[in-house]
């Protein structure tokens, strides 16, 4: 499980993130939306450790992060919005570069089951990085998620400039992960595609949580006027 006690970040005089409550099980896609500036990106940060809570604490499987040490790094992994992969290197090469980097030595067979289950045709796997689309970037980054063998996955806008059918086979991926009992985290300004993909969804505002609600509870168009009025 994924838990936010209390989380807080200040900077200077800033509250950036305040007292966040929220846990997400395995098996569940938490869709965290809110405008620019709300604590999105800022949430997602103090999960990897990358940040140091000003006061409360994020836990990974009861573990709490800490930035100074790696008990958490092993069991989660990062899709950012814009993947950062060798434009040089094909997308095995990619990914066996960085599931190496991560202490993982993957046979080539492995290499291609995961860009596979990650939705990449066979017919890329061999091609250089710099003739892929956006979308196939996106799989190749979770591919590595994959790899990485970790059961909390953590997005930052990972739709975000992905076309329709892209987009389509990025959600039905992050459903798959979830049925198998990974437990997604989210950050995202799509709303229907957060109402689609997620089992909870949360509001953020000014860096505090203002909303959150079970997906089966709440349409896409309650969800937006919701999120209207909210912001
Ligand atoms: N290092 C920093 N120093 C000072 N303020 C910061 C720092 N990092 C983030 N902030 C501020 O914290 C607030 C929350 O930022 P955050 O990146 O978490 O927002 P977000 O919801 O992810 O936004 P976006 O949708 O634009 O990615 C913003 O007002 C931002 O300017």
Redesign the pocket.
């Known amino acids: 499980m994924l838990q936010a006690i209390n989380l807080t970040?200040i900077?200077?005089k800033?509250e950036?993130?305040s007292q966040l409550n929220l846990s997400v099980d395995k098996g569940e896609i938490f869709c965290l939306l809110?405008?620019?500036?709300?604590?999105?990106?800022?949430?997602?940060?103090l999960f990897l450790g990358l940040l140091e809570p000003t006061s409360g604490e994020a836990l990974v499987n009861g573990v709490t992060v800490k930035s100074n040490d790696n008990k958490t790094t092993g069991m989660i992994a990062y899709i950012p919005e814009v993947v950062q992969l060798y434009g040089n290197l094909s997308g095995i090469e990619n990914l066996n570069f960085f599931s190496r980097l991560a202490g993982f030595k993957y046979t080539n067979t492995e290499l291609h089951h995961f860009l596979s289950k990650a939705g990449l045709q066979e017919t890329a796997h061999l091609k250089k990085l710099s003739s892929y689309s956006k979308g196939m970037r996106q799989k190749v980054g979770i591919a590595i998620a994959l790899s990485k063998n970790a059961d909390y996955i953590f997005m930052?806008?990972p739709i975000s400039g992905l076309d329709p059918k892209a987009t389509l086979e990025f959600t039905e991926i992050c459903k798959e992960l979830s049925h198998e009992g990974k437990a997604i985290f989210m950050?995202t300004?799509d709303i229907f595609n957060a109402v689609n993909v997620g089992t909870k969804i949360g509001i953020?505002k000014e860096?505090k949580l203002v909303h959150t609600s079970n997906t089966d509870t709440i349409s896409a168009t309650e969800l937006q006027a919701l999120y209207l009025k909210t912001i």
Do not use: R, S
């Open positions: 970040k900077y200077g800033y950036a993130l809110g405008q620019n500036g709300a604590g999105k990106t800022t949430t997602i940060n930052d806008e950050a300004h953020m860096g």
